[in-house]
Nanobody, 121 residues
Framework: QVQLVESGGGLVQPGGSLRLSCAAS????????MGWYRQAPGKERELVAR???????NYADSVKGRFTITRDNAKNTVDLQMNSLKPEDTAVYYC???????????????WGRGTQVTVSS
């Protein structure tokens, strides 16, 4: 019963900052890539940032220089620091983890339920 839980979403003014956190729990053997995705109303879910177990990062062009993804392998958490937020960043943000659970032979993607981020004046 793997579970990913996001926190830290909310309402912020343009130019402001938020920090999202994701914690994984359950019968997990190992963690591979982890990341953040977002989905705005009427749009497809898109990659925001991703980080490998070794710390290699990948960002969407729209957030480069503004967002920073980090992870704590000991705590099995992944954070997203969002600075200089824009109205177009408004979306539900989802945590994603590629991990191996004890009930499966192979790793697979797991998703959190999402946290709302609203950037508005």
């Amino acid at each position: 019963q793997v579970q990913l839980v996001e926190s830290g979403g909310g309402l912020v003014q343009p130019g402001g900052s938020l920090r999202l956190s994701c914690a994984a729990s359950g019968r997990i053997l190992s963690y591979n890539d982890m990341g953040w995705y977002r989905q705005a109303p009427g749009k497809e879910r898109e990659l925001v940032a991703r980080i490998t177990r070794g710390g290699i990062t990948n960002y969407a062009d729209s957030v480069k220089g503004r967002f920073t993804i980090t992870r704590d392998n000991a705590k099995n958490t992944v954070d997203l620091q969002m600075n200089s937020l824009k109205p177009e960043d408004t979306a539900v943000y989802y945590c994603n983890a590629d991990l191996l659970a004890v009930t499966h032979l192979f790793s697979r993607d797991y998703w959190g339920r999402g946290t709302q981020v609203t950037v508005s004046s």
